[in-house]
């Protein structure tokens, strides 16, 4: 998984498998996070947000999980598609300025 | 609607000069906001305009400047350009800003010599 500020892993899962991306975040005062997705060539796309109120959200074959004990978030893609890959980053709000992770490679094989 | 467009896409430099770059935001937004990134540190928030007005402004020198513009678009302008300037610059346009729902441009990949 990613960590804001850290250097950037890489994740292989077949296709049809779900995949899970993890970040770390260092702020527990942040509230608000973001998962983006960044294909070659292009600028970041949202995927999905979630308020510091909430541990955990859906969207369409994604989603997103909070854990402020340990201040760790993750990004669940289910049954993942070749289109899925990409470069995926977290990001926080921390008072009003985002900060953003390094991203995680993932790579589906077909 | 039109997405974010930046120009140019790609730009070579020499160390010590100057550079523009320019973003046209969505029609409608009024917030745009200019990130840095590099594979070694990842998104980086340069300053982001509402208005014309600048309303947030990252950690970087005052080699980086900006503007928008009274119909939204926005520039941003690197001064004695330094080697470590080479990077993606991404704009982002937003109704609302401070961040939230931003759609971002595909970058300007500059490249200083």
């Known amino acids: 998984g990613e960590s804001v500020g850290l250097h950037l892993p890489t994740l292989s899962v077949q296709e049809g498998d779900n995949s899970i991306i993890n970040c770390a975040y260092s702020n527990s005062a942040s509230d608000y996070f973001i998962w983006y997705k960044q294909e070659s060539g292009k600028g970041p796309q949202f995927i999905i947000d979630?308020?510091?109120?909430?541990d955990k959200r859906q969207g369409q074959r994604v989603t997103v999980l909070l854990n402020k004990t340990v201040k760790h978030l993750s990004l669940q893609i289910a049954a993942t598609q070749p289109g899925d890959s990409a470069v995926y980053f977290c990001?926080?709000?921390?008072?009003?300025?985002?900060?953003f992770g390094t991203g995680t490679s993932l790579t589906v094989i077909p | 609607k039109a997405g974010v467009t930046q120009t140019p896409r790609y730009l070579i430099k020499t160390r010590g000069q100057q550079v523009t770059l320019s973003c046209s935001p969505i029609?409608?937004?009024?917030?745009v906001s200019w990130y840095q990134q590099t594979p070694g540190q990842g998104l980086q928030f340069l300053f982001e305009?509402?208005?014309?007005?600048?309303?947030n402004k990252g950690n970087f020198p005052g080699r980086f400047s900006g503007r928008q513009f009274s119909n939204s678009r926005s520039e941003m302008n690197v001064s004695t350009l330094e080697l470590g300037d080479s990077a993606l610059y991404l704009c982002?346009?937003?109704?609302?800003?401070?961040?939230?729902?931003?759609?971002f441009g595909p970058g300007t990949r500059l490249t200083v010599t």
């Open positions: 979630i308020r510091s109120n909430m």
């Open positions: 990001a926080e709000l921390t008072g009003n300025q985002f900060y």
């Open positions: 305009y509402f208005s014309e007005t600048q309303r």
């Open positions: 029609s409608g937004h009024r917030s």
């Open positions: 982002a346009s937003s109704s609302i800003g401070g961040g939230y729902e931003q759609y």
